[in-house]
Every structure is written in structure tokens, then in C-alpha cells.
């Protein structure tokens, strides 16, 4: 049978599992709010330990009557261990809570001030007074939330993002001069090279990167200090300064306090910019991915110009069969990522007066989008884009057949002609070259002169 012990919190008594380190607040939520199975993400509660840990920090260096260096102390230790993720069953909160996250800020604070008396082995910590000085749910929620989108961004998906780059980098010089036909429309156009081809891949990826990056700008930018309302009522003069400049030396990241608190309390703009960097970067991974597997096709009733690794076998009932299943997860990430896009802008336009009250959805949202990106990128290059391969015999194939070549007549027969050219060839099965002869628009000298389909890149 599970043990119990009371707690209390200004509206009277909770029993609290005796193992566990939170309080009577964390209770309260975990028995009002049983929806769902989506957790608060664990990325938020490290980022909401760094904070309390730099806190802690700023109040021993403005107010040190009141942080004591014991307390500090304890505090710093209780945050080191969640930041290590050594306390991660501690934090059993849902997403759908308060739309302010304070029972989450609360089930934090409740952590580490017992996980801290704890560690001092005696009652030296409070939840509110000491955990939460100078803070407040409504400044601490989306202060956690940019530690954690920016950490996730600079961190995790950029990373991700430049081993891809790299990968098709590689693939461009590998396949220079390898010739093929363009595709517009799903039809056939005139040539390109395949390196050139990989090189449109890169430069999506090339130019999500600096948007994340550009994102990142505003992401850190802090509401700490603002506390309930943005005036920074019960804190002390520089604190958000203070915190910003403790998680900068921790994170080793540009953290600064936004100068406008009321601002960074009701507005989600950041991260709406920031998403919107995801999503592009999604869209670009759908189009990289449904090249691939289109290129990929086949393998022999397909386009079958390339190549890809060959993972699992694709059918329950078909033997032999292989399908492109990276191509098919990262694509299914790419409309999560779209979807979870709505989400938030959705979230980020409920902001009333002094607050939004969607930030718990959002974190959840913007964060799942961060992670699946990354996982899927790398995941996507490991087992697909590093093995793509070229089939120059298809490429050359489909070159030459490809009616569309009789673009480079157009200077010497004209565009007119040049298109009863293309239909002759296309109605009577014919080459380009027998089609113009045919019609006495060239001589067979003339034609070979002026047709040569690996020049026109």
C-alpha cells in the first residue's frame, strides 16, 4: 500500500505520495487535470531549473539577507540534479493545465525546495518565499519556454540541419557533369545536372539555417523580471538583468532581459517567428523528401534515376518489395510540423491584457516540432541521403528521350517549329532528329551541329 504524507498550501491540506519530492500544488493539478497523456515536455523542466538556479544566483547577489548562501546553495544542488535528469518521475503534470503553466512553475518550485532541505537535511526551503523570489508564474512560464526553444534551436535541429548540408555538399561533387532531364510540372523539361539538382536541395536548407538563426535573436530575450503584470512588482531593481546574464554564463547563450516586460508577458511573437522558421524548414524537408522518393522510383515501372539505401522490406504480402520509408517519415513530420504551426499561431493571438494563457500548449507544440525535425533530419540523412546513389544508364535514357530537348532548336527552326518538331516526335515515336528531318526544317549536318543535350546546362 503507497504511503502518504500531508502537505499544505493556502488552501488546506493535500496527501502527498510520501516518496515523492512535490507538494500539495503539484497534487492539486495532478488530480484536477487527468486529460490526455501528454506531459509537460522535460525540456521545459530543465530550462525552469536552470532559471531557478540563476535566481537563486541573482537574489544572493541583490538581496543576500534573504537568499542566503545556504539557501543558494541547496537550491543550486536540487536544480544541478533536475538539469541531469536524475528527479525526471518528479514532474507528472499534464499540458493541459492552467494556461499560465503556474502549476508547473509550482510543481518546480515544490521540487526543488524539499529536494533542497532534502540535500540540507533540514527545513530551510520554501516553495514560494525562497524558490520563486522575485519571480512569478507569469514571468517564469515564458522565460523557460525561450530557454527551452532557443536551447532546442542553436542546440539540437541547427546541428541537424548542418549535418544534411554537408551530406548533399558531397553528393554535388560526386556527381558534377552528370547530366540529366528537368522536370517542370511533373513533365518533362529541359536538361540539368544532378549536381545542380542537389544544389537547389542545399540552398532550401541553406536558407532555412539563417532564418533559424535570425530567430534565435528574439528567443532570447527574457520576460524574467517582469513578474506578475511586467512592472516587476517584489522583485529588486536589475534582477531580470541579473538572471539573464547567470543563464547566458550557464547556457553559454546570448540570454538578455527584454527591456519591455509587458510585452514579453503577453506576446508570443518570438516564438510564432521562430515556428514559422520550423516551418519553412518543413516544407523545404517535404519537397528534398518527395524528390528523393519520386526520383527513386520504380524499380522498374519508375523514374528509377536514383538510388536509395534498401532499409526493410515493404509489403506484408508483395515479396521483394522496398519502399522509401524515410522519405515517407520525414514527410509525415513535415505536416506535424505544419499542423502544430497552426497551433501556435493560433495560441499566440488569445493574449489578453496582460497575459496569454496559452503558453503551455505552445511550448508543448513549438518543442515537438524542434524535436521531430531533428530526430527526422538525422535520421533521414543516416538512412537515406548518404547512400543515395545515381543510375547514369536511366539518367541518359530519359536525357535523350526527353522531347523537350528541342528547346535548343528554337534559335534556328524557331518556336513554332520547333513545337510540330516535339508533337511529331511524341504521336509518331520518333527522335527529335528524324522528326525535324522529316519535316525539312534542318539538315542531318545542321541538326548534329546545334544538338548536343550535355551543353545546354
Known sequence: MEKYRIERDSMGEMQVPAQRYWGAQTQR????????????????????ALLKKAAAQANHDLKPEKMTEGKC??????????????????????VWQTG??????????????????????????????????????????????????????????????????????????????????????????????????VSGWRGMLEADREQLEKSLDGLCRLAIGGTAVGTGLNAPDGFGEKVAEKLSQSTDMPFVSNPNKFHALTSLDRIVFAHGAMKALAADMMKIANDIR??????????????????????????????PTQCESMTMIA??????????????????????????????????????????????????????????EKMSENLHRSLMLVTSLNPYIGYDNAAKVAKKAHKENLSLKEACLDLGFMSEEGFDKVFHPEELI
Open 29 to 48: 493539478s495532478f488530480q484536477n487535470f487527468p486529460i490526455g497523456w501528454e506531459k509537460m515536455p522535460a525540456a521545459i523542466i530543465r530550462a525552469f
Open 73 to 94: 546553495a541547496a537550491i543550486t544542488k536540487a536544480c544541478d540534479e533536475i538539469i541531469e535528469n536524475k528527479h525526471a518521475c518528479e514532474f507528472p503534470l499534464v
Open 100 to 197: 499560465s503553466g503556474t502549476q508547473s512553475n509550482m510543481n518546480v518550485n515544490e521540487v526543488v525546495a524539499n529536494r533542497g532541505n532534502a540535500i540540507a537535511e533540514k527545513k530551510l526551503l520554501h516553495p514560494n518565499d525562497d524558490v520563486n523570489m522575485s519571480q512569478s508564474s507569469n514571468d517564469t512560464f515564458p522565460t523557460a519556454m525561450h530557454i527551452a526553444a532557443a536551447t532546442a534551436i542553436r542546440t539540437e535541429l541547427i546541428p541537424a540541419v548542418d549535418t544534411l548540408i554537408a551530406t548533399l555538399k558531397r553528393l554535388e561533387k560526386e556527381n558534377e557533369g552528370v547530366v540529366k532531364s528537368g522536370r517542370t510540372h511533373l513533365q518533362d523539361a529541359v536538361p540539368i545536372s544532378f549536381s545542380q539538382e
Open 294 to 323: 519520386w526520383l527513386a522510383s520504380g524499380p522498374r515501372c519508375g523514374l528509377g534515376e536514383i538510388f536509395i539505401p534498401e532499409n526493410e522490406p515493404g509489403s506484408s504480402i508483395m515479396p521483394g518489395k522496398v519502399n
Open 335 to 392: 505536416v506535424q510540423v505544419m499542423g502544430n504551426d497552426a497551433t501556435v499561431g493560433m495560441a499566440a493571438s488569445q493574449g489578453n491584457f496582460q497575459l496569454n494563457v496559452f503558453l503551455p500548449v505552445t511550448a508543448y507544440n513549438f518543442l515537438q516540432s524542434a524535436r521531430l525535425l531533428t530526430d527526422g533530419i538525422l535520421s533521414f540523412n543516416e538512412r537515406c541521403v548518404s547512400g543515395i546513389t545515381v543510375n547514369k
